[in-house]
C-alpha cells in the first residue's frame, strides 16, 4: 500500500513519541531514584498527557498495541499498513 | 573544539607514509556523575526527543566532521 | 525515522549496531538475561534498559530497510553489499559490519553484580564509540540525527548502571557526593 498518509497522522505520532520519550526518562531516572516526589508528579502529569494522545491516534489511525491491548473496531486494522518503519 | 575533547599527538617519524593528523576523544558527562542529583534543570519535552535526553547536564553534543572532518 | 537518501553503502557499517558485539540486539540480550539474578532494586532498571534496546534495534533496521529497500542490485554490489544479497537478498541479517553472524558469545553474565554491571558500563561505552563512528560515516543529516540520538542514550544508561553499581555499593543514603 502506498497511500500517503495525513499531515495529522505524523504530527500525533510525533507528539506521543515526545511524551513517550519523557516517560522513558523519568522512569530510568526513577529506577535509581524511586523517592523523588517532583519526578513522581511529573510522571503522573506525562502519563495523562499521553492517555489523550493514544485515544486520539487510535481513533483515526489504528491500534498501537498487538493482542488486542488496544480498544477492537469494526475490522482487523493491525493487519493493515502502514507500520513504523515504512512511514 | 567542544569542551568534552581532549587532543593528544602521538610520536611522528619522518619515516612515517600519511602525512600526520593529530587525533581526538571525547569524554562524555556520564564521567563525572556518580549519581544524578536531585532537580537538574530540564530540557523542553520536544527538545530532550531530539537530543536523547531530558537534562542538559548529562547531554553530550557530537558534530559530525566534530573529530577534524566527518569523511575522510 | 527520517532517512534522506538511498544507500546502501551506509547500511553495510549501520548493520554493526544490529548484529555487532555492541550493537542493541547484545545489549538487549545481556540486560534481560541478567535481570533473572540481579539484586531486586536493580531488576526494574535491567528491564527498563533491555527493552529500550529493542526499540534502539527496530530503529537501526529502519534505517538499514530504509537505506536499502529501492537499491538496485547493482548498487548493492557496488556497496560491497553482494554477499549479503547472495545469502539475504534484502532481508535484514543479524551479523556485523564486516558480515560474520551474531554470536551469543558477545553476552556474557559472570554471576556477579558488580561484574556484571561493569560489563553493561563498558558495553554501553562501547556502543557509544560505534555511534561515533557511524556519525563520521554519513552525510545524511537525518540519519545524524537518529544516531546522535542514540549515542546519547548510550550516555544516560552508562549513568544509570553506574548509579546501580553505587545502590549496591549501599550508598544509597549518600546521593549528594557533588
Known amino acids: 500500500m502506498s497511500s500517503v498518509m495525513p499531515k495529522e497522522y505524523y504530527r500525533v505520532l510525533e507528539e506521543l513519541q515526545t511524551v513517550d520519550f519523557v516517560l522513558l526518562e523519568l522512569s530510568l531516572y526513577l529506577d535509581t531514584h524511586p523517592d523523588d516526589p517532583h519526578s513522581l508528579a511529573q510522571v503522573q502529569q506525562f502519563h495523562l498527557r499521553r492517555q489523550g494522545l493514544v485515544q486520539q491516534f487510535e481513533t483515526h489511525f489504528g491500534p498501537l498495541l498487538e493482542y488486542a491491548h488496544s480498544p477492537t473496531t469494526a475490522g482487523w486494522p493491525w493487519a493493515e499498513t502502514p507500520w513504523p518503519w515504512q512511514v | ?72 | 525515522m527520517k532517512v534522506s537518501k538511498c544507500d546502501p553503502r551506509l547500511a553495510k557499517s549501520l548493520i554493526e549496531q544490529y548484529g555487532g558485539a555492541d550493537g542493541e540486539l547484545a545489549a538487549a540480550l545481556r540486560y534481560l538475561n541478567q535481570r533473572f539474578t540481579i539484586p531486586d532494586k536493580i531488576i526494574g532498571l535491567l528491564t527498563d534498559i533491555g527493552t529500550e534496546e529493542f526499540a534502539h534495534l527496530e530503529m537501526i533496521a529502519t534505517m538499514v530497510y530504509k537505506l536499502t529497500k529501492d537499491a538496485t542490485v547493482e548498487q548493492m554490489e557496488v556497496a560491497g553489499l553482494g554477499g549479503h544479497l547472495a545469502d539475504h537478498g534484502f532481508d535484514l541479517y543479524y551479523h556485523n559490519a564486516a558480515g560474520n553472524p551474531f554470536t551469543v558469545t558477545y553476552v556474557t553474565a559472570k554471576g556477579d553484580p558488580i561484574a556484571n554491571l561493569y560489563e553493561d558500563i563498558a558495553a554501553e561505552e562501547k556502543a557509544r564509540a560505534t555511534y561515533q563512528w557511524l556519525i563520521d560515516m554519513t552525510d545524511d543529516v537525518d540519519i545524524q540525527d537518529g544516531l546522535r540520538f542514540l549515542r546519547e542514550r548510550e550516555v544516560i544508561h552508562a549513568i544509570r548502571f553506574r548509579e546501580a553499581v553505587e545502590l549496591l555499593k549501599g550508598f544509597q543514603e549518600e546521593k549528594k557526593v557533588f
Request: with cysteine; aromatic share 16%; hydrophobic share 25%.
Open chain 2, 1 to 72: 573544539m567542544d569542551s568534552q575533547w581532549r587532543t593528544y599527538t602521538p610520536y611522528s617519524s619522518p619515516l612515517d607514509p600519511c602525512p600526520p593528523r593529530p587525533k581526538a576523544y571525547i569524554v562524555p558527562p556520564n564521567q563525572y556523575v556518580v549519581f544524578q542529583p536531585r532537580g537538574l534543570r530540564q530540557f523542553a519535552p520536544r527538545e530532550a526527543l531530539k537530543r536523547g535526553t531530558l537534562w542538559p547536564e548529562l547531554y553530550s553534543p557530537y558534530e559530525y566532521g566534530g573529530r577534524g572532518g566527518g569523511r575522510r
